[in-house]
Nanobody, 123 residues
Framework: QVQLVESGGGLVQAGGSLRLSCAASGRAFSNYCMGWFRQAPGKEREFVGAITGSGSTLYADSVKGRFTISRDNSKNTMYLQMNSLKPEDTAVYYC?????????????????WGQGTQVTVSS
């Protein structure tokens, strides 16, 4: 069983930056592929990016070059550094854990989810 808690969300102006954290409890954090998803009002949850236990990453085209995912396995924590934020990045951001060893972009591969943290980007 893995429990995930996101933090770091907030209100930021367009062009600004935020860093989200996802703290995981449970064993063998490094064995999990960790992902970030987001859901804007009235829209479906969408993939943002993911990172394997060894550090391989995958990003959605919409955030590539602006967002960076990293993890510290010694702290059981994953991060999402978001730069050059746009109003369309406004959403609730969720972290998720997948027992798959390969990076996964589909939500169906993720077994555990956090409660989400709100990110609002003003224009």
């Amino acid at each position: 069983q893995v429990q995930l808690v996101e933090s770091g969300g907030g209100l930021v102006q367009a062009g600004g930056s935020l860093r989200l954290s996802c703290a995981a409890s449970g064993r063998a954090f490094s064995n999990y592929c960790m992902g970030w998803f987001r859901q804007a009002p009235g829209k479906e949850r969408e993939f943002v990016g993911a990172i394997t236990g060894s550090g391989s990453t995958l990003y959605a085209d919409s955030v590539k070059g602006r967002f960076t995912i990293s993890r510290d396995n010694s702290k059981n924590t994953m991060y999402l550094q978001m730069n050059s934020l746009k109003p369309e990045d406004t959403a609730v951001y969720y972290c998720a854990a997948s027992s798959s060893r390969v990076v996964a972009a589909s939500a169906v591969f993720y077994d555990y989810w956090g409660q989400g943290t709100q990110v609002t980007v003003s224009s």
